[in-house]
């Protein structure tokens, strides 16, 4: 994994010790290992998988100054990212990874196991039944999503569970300022507030990233979220 720590320094100015470094390698092992058995991911070359899962799920620290003693939520995390890779990067981190297929928070609870990742849990419920639920709701200092959906609904997932004085990141495409400009009805809506947009460039790779970052100051109303399949069938506007 020396490639991962000179991308890791050069990019984020972040050190990855030894220890951390074979983590992520036997991370990499696992997922390819388990990825023979079920639809995990479609990026499979070693390269790629430092690039596109751990370094991608680490410019999180780009717009997040601290980490340690803070309390995570990754929703939809499917195989584990951003989650598994900032638990691995920041073991004073409370990281919760949620999603809905308990076939991909198994092969989550086997990493942890494996790597002894003391920090991480895993829920399985949907974002909406999460948000309403009184031991998830405001109850994270940052939740975020990974290309999970468009923004309109994606805030419905993510700003339930945020506490206020918290902050949504939604990890998005090239479609990022448009789905900003859509999701500012939203947003308001449920409490929140844009804070910034940070544009990431990755190596090797020729489109660059977005994280929308969403302050959260006051309290989401009680209605939201809304039943599940209603925020992507019937955004906020």
Same mark, same amino acid.
């Given at each position: ?104 928070? +198994?092969? =989550? @609870? /086997?990493? *942890?196991?494996? #790597? ?6 895993? &829920?399985? %419920? ?58 500012? +009805?939203? =947003? @308001? /809506?449920? *409490?929140?507030? #844009? ?6 460039? &990755?190596? %090797? ?33």
């Amino acid at each position: 994994m020396s490639t991962l720590a000179e991308y890791a320094g050069a990019c984020l100015n972040l050190a990855l010790s030894a220890h951390q470094l074979g983590q992520f390698e036997a991370l990499s092992d696992m997922l390819l290992d388990w990825n023979q058995r079920m639809n995990l991911t479609s990026i499979t070359a070693p390269e790629d998988i430092v690039v596109k899962h751990f370094l991608d799920s680490l410019t999180l620290t780009t717009v997040v100054t601290r980490f340690d003693g803070l309390r995570l939520i990754d929703v939809g995390t499917g195989a584990g990212f951003p989650g598994l890779a900032l638990a691995i990067a920041f073991p004073a981190l409370e990281v919760t990874l949620l999603d809905s297929t308990a076939k991909k928070l +198994r092969f =989550i @609870e /086997a990493v *942890g196991e494996a #790597l002894q990742l003391g920090n991480i849990r895993t &829920l399985h %419920a949907r974002a909406e039944d999460a948000g309403r639920d009184k031991s998830h709701r405001a109850c994270y200092d940052i939740a975020v999503a990974r290309a999970v959906a468009r923004l309109p609904a994606l805030v419905e997932y993510l700003l339930p569970l945020v506490k206020p004085t918290g902050q949504a990141i939604a990890m998005q495409g090239m479609t990022a300022y448009e789905d900003a400009n859509s999701a500012a +009805r939203a =947003i @308001e /809506a449920l *409490g929140g507030e #844009l804070f910034t947009i940070e544009e990431v460039l &990755l190596p %090797a790779l020729d489109n660059p990233r977005y994280l929308i970052v969403i302050d959260k100051i006051k309290k989401t109303p009680r209605q939201y979220p809304r039943q599940p399949g209603r925020p992507t069938r019937d955004p906020i506007q």
